[in-house]
């Protein structure tokens, strides 16, 4: 995946440059999301991976008990 980049533009050009640059981008989102090798991760595996990191962070943050 490449990284995003931003519009590179004089002030009065900018407005245009914007839209041209913004249009260009959801174009490549919409390729890459159409591609026959997209690859997508089914929400609930999504949501059982972020529970876990929840879990575990939240642990961490518990007091130690002394023994």
Do not use: C, G, N
């Not at 245009?16 to 174009?27: G, H, I, P």
Request: cysteine-free.
């Amino acid at each position: 995946m490449k990284a995003m980049d931003t519009p590179e533009a004089k002030p009065a050009e900018a407005e245009e440059s914007y839209d041209a640059w913004f249009r260009r981008k959801v174009q490549e989102a919409l390729d890459i999301a159409e591609s026959p090798d997209a690859v997508w991760i089914p929400h609930e595996e999504v949501e059982r991976d972020w529970a876990a990191q929840r879990a575990e962070i939240l642990s961490l943050m518990q007091p130690k008990r002394a023994k």
